[in-house]
């Protein structure tokens, strides 16, 4: 068996020896046909508009290129990094939340994720067969259509729609209406204007040259929000995605430069380690999505950790809290960059890999009165992410070697009223990879802000 396939239906097994659902609990009658149906429809609908509106090559089927596509070996492929990793695991979210929707559990919808990963590849482009697709739109599919599902219950219509569309239909065609939930422990937005300051070096006979970017100061808007679902700290369960945490960071900056992240983690099973008036602490296996996406640095870790939180409160209204994951990435993707005698410098291939992640998020703030909303004397929060990965598989493009990652994020925020607060951020992203072909190269991103935040 092709290794990444293996440990894709090694980490099923995995979770399910242990994370089994209740299946004893009330829900709707399945409906296989109509999940199936909907994976076949937004398939069919994203063919038509990349053939007909975007014209695109790979897009113009034929009987002899889906024949070909039936028995031809499956590939690594080298598309945009964007579109494999967030494109991909996007259309996975639709194939989750159809299934979802329809009464299955969370393990029995990865099925659907991958029955519609198999339909698009063999049926909807002319392109070999991608195993990095596979993978994306499996694992990637699972964390983020699990997440949007149940958003999908804590939000009315229409604003649902554009959370889970896949949700939305299913409820359309059934005129059912959703059942709401209300497990959003905490929602957190935040607006602001920053600086950046980019740059990257390479590495040639153990010296390091600047290379000229053009580009190396930048004013930039940001925006943040920032979503928990379920109690981190006080959490027992068999249940996948009980608790979850999404954040997204999106910052746009003048001369053009972008930064985007999308981060989550979330509890396959957990148990309660404590619980007790002063403090809690829960612990349990985890799936991670990872994607850091900047005008210079791409890196994506799809990752199964052991997870540790814990909460305390101290005399005083002081309140402490931990967060920390450790173990394996699954599958990372990063794109590295082809240089032409250091004058300048290109996005090339991705390369592909595992190995493993640590991450650390701490957390104080003085609370004089009661309820999550206060916090008189300020938050202080600390964020430290560490990637260490091997490029193991290769498409014919990929240059061998190791990559390590390290994303840092300091901040503090002080309440100025109930909900809303005004802070301060600093962040670096921060890659070092080593190849084979071409010079090793370190590229990082700074930047600071000042924003406003409200939380709910």
Not at 411 to 434: C, E, M, N, R, T
Request: charged share 20%.
């Amino acid at each position: 068996m092709n290794r990444p396939i293996f440990f894709v239906a090694a980490f099923l097994l995995s979770s399910m020896l242990y994370g089994q659902e209740n299946v004893q609990e009330d829900r709707m009658p399945d409906s296989f046909f109509r999940a199936v149906g909907i994976n076949v429809l937004s398939n069919t609908l994203l063919h038509l508009a990349d053939r007909y509106i975007s014209q695109d090559g790979w897009a113009q089927v034929t009987p002899a290129s889906i024949r070909e596509n039936l028995t031809v070996p499956w590939q690594w492929d080298g598309d945009q990094y964007f579109i494999n990793q967030f494109g991909h695991p996007y259309q996975g979210s639709i194939y989750h939340a159809a299934a979802r929707s329809n009464g299955f559990l969370f393990y029995e919808a990865m099925l659907f994720d991958t029955f519609g990963s198999v339909y698009w590849e063999l049926f909807c482009e002319t392109n070999t067969p991608s195993i990095n697709d596979l993978i994306s739109t499996t694992l990637g599919g699972a964390a983020l259509g699990e997440m949007f599902h149940r958003l999908y219950l804590e939000i009315a219509n229409p604003l649902g729609l554009l959370v889970s569309p896949a949700d939305a239909l299913n409820n359309m065609i059934t005129r059912r209406r959703p059942q709401r939930t209300n497990n959003i422990y905490s929602l957190r937005l935040a607006f602001g204007i920053g600086y950046t300051y980019a740059g990257q070096a390479i590495e040639q006979d153990n010296t390091e040259e600047l290379l000229n970017l053009n580009i190396r100061h930048i004013v930039s808007t940001d925006i943040a929000c920032t979503v928990i679902y379920g109690n981190p700290f006080v959490q027992q369960s068999k249940r996948p995605y009980e608790h979850f945490e999404i954040m997204l960071y999106a910052h746009l900056g003048y001369p053009f430069w972008y930064n985007l992240k999308l981060l989550s983690d979330a509890y396959l099973f957990s148990f309660s380690v404590f619980d007790r008036e002063n403090k809690q602490a829960s612990t349990g296996l985890s799936l991670h999505y990872d994607l850091f996406a900047d005008r210079q640095i791409d890196f994506f870790s799809q990752a199964l950790d052991w997870t540790y939180k814990y909460k305390k409160h101290f005399r005083g209204g002081t309140e402490m809290e931990f967060k920390g994951h450790i173990g394996w990435t699954v599958f990372n993707a990063d794109t590295f960059y082809v240089h032409n005698e250091y004058s300048g410098l290109r996005k090339a291939d991705n390369n592909y890999g595992t190995g493993a992640n640590m991450k650390l998020i701490f957390s104080a703030q003085n609370q004089h009165r009661k309820g999550n909303g206060g916090g008189e004397g300020g938050i202080f929060e600390i964020k430290v992410y560490v990637y260490e990965v091997f490029n193991v598989f290769k498409n014919e493009n990929s240059d061998s070697g190791r990559d390590f990652f390290m994303f840092i994020n300091a901040d503090y925020s002080f309440p100025i009223g109930k909900q809303v607060s005004i802070g301060v951020s600093a962040s670096l992203l921060w890659h070092h990879a080593y190849y084979d072909r071409i010079p090793d190269t370190q590229k990082l991103t700074n930047d600071a802000k000042l924003y406003i935040a409200w939380k709910r």
